[in-house]
C-alpha cells in the first residue's frame, strides 16, 4: 500500500526567503506526482504535475523535483511572499493504483511579513 | 467559471438525515473522482467515474454511501443515515483522459457538519 509522508508538517518563515518542503513515497511505481495547494476551508489548486519520467518541473517561483528511485520529491519556493502561505500537498499516482491520487497529510506554511 | 463546481458548499444535518451532493467537472472532462478530507489530514479517495462508469471503489465507500455519473456529466453523492463521524470537506475532482497526464483538478469543496 503506498504511504506519502509530507516533512515538515509545518513551517514559519520570514517574508523573502527561499524554502523546501520535502514529500516521500513508499512505492516508487508511480505515474506522476502532483504539488497542490490549499487555502484554509478550500479546495485545491493543482500547482506542478511531474511525470515518473521527468526530473523536475517549474512554474514561476516554484520548482519540483522527483527523484523516483529513491521514492522523493521536493518543492522548492523561492522569495517567499506572505500571499504564499497556505497547506501544500503533494499527491502520488501509482501504477496499480488505477486513476486514484495518494495525498500526504501536508505542509502548513506560514510566510511572515 | 469553467472550473469544477460543487453545490452546496456547507451542510449542516443532523445524524441520521440522508444528504446529496453535487459536482459539475470541467465539461470537456470524462473522469471525475470523489475524495474526503478531515482535518488536519490529506484528502482520501472515495470513489472514481470514467463517463458514467463507476471504475473503481474505496473500502472506505461504506454502504451508506452510493456515486452516481448517470449521463456522464454532473456527479451526486449521497451519504444515507449520516454518522457524526462523516464530518469532512468532500471534494470533487475532474480529468481529461486525453489531456495532460491526467491532471486531476479540484472543485471547492463541500463541508458536512454532522450534529
Known amino acids: 500500500k503506498q504511504e506519502v509522508t509530507q516533512i515538515p508538517a509545518a513551517l514559519s518563515v520570514p517574508e523573502g526567503e527561499n524554502l523546501v518542503l520535502n514529500c516521500s513515497f513508499t512505492?516508487?511505481?508511480?505515474?506522476?506526482l502532483q504539488w497542490f495547494r490549499q487555502d484554509p476551508g478550500k479546495g485545491l489548486t493543482s500547482l506542478l504535475l511531474?511525470?515518473?519520467?521527468?526530473r523536475e518541473q517549474t512554474s514561476g517561483r516554484l520548482n519540483a523535483s522527483l527523484d523516483k528511485s529513491s521514492g522523493r520529491s521536493t518543492l522548492y519556493i523561492a522569495a517567499s511572499q506572505p500571499g504564499d502561505s497556505a497547506t501544500y500537498l503533494c499527491a502520488v499516482r501509482g501504477e496499480t493504483s488505477g486513476s486514484r491520487l495518494t495525498f500526504g497529510e501536508g505542509t502548513q506554511l506560514t510566510v511572515n511579513p | 467559471d469553467t472550473g469544477v463546481s460543487q453545490d452546496p458548499r456547507h451542510k449542516i444535518t443532523k445524524r441520521g438525515q440522508n444528504v446529496t451532493f453535487r459536482c459539475d467537472p470541467i465539461s470537456e472532462h470524462n473522469r471525475l473522482y470523489w475524495y474526503r478530507q478531515t482535518l488536519g489530514q490529506g484528502p482520501e479517495f472515495l470513489t472514481y467515474?470514467?463517463?458514467?462508469?463507476?471504475?473503481?471503489k474505496s473500502r472506505l465507500l461504506s454502504d451508506r454511501f452510493s456515486a452516481e455519473r448517470p449521463k456522464g456529466s454532473f456527479s451526486t453523492l449521497e451519504i444515507q443515515r449520516t454518522e457524526q463521524g462523516d464530518s469532512a470537506m468532500y471534494l470533487c475532482?475532474?480529468?481529461?483522459?486525453?489531456?495532460?497526464?491526467?491532471?486531476?483538478?479540484f472543485g471547492p469543496g463541500t463541508r458536512l457538519t454532522v450534529l
Open positions: 511531474i511525470q515518473s519520467s521527468q
Open positions: 467515474f470514467q463517463n458514467e462508469a463507476q471504475l473503481e
Open positions: 512505492d516508487s511505481a508511480i505515474y506522476n
Open positions: 475532482a475532474s480529468s481529461s483522459q486525453t489531456g495532460t497526464y491526467n491532471e486531476q483538478f
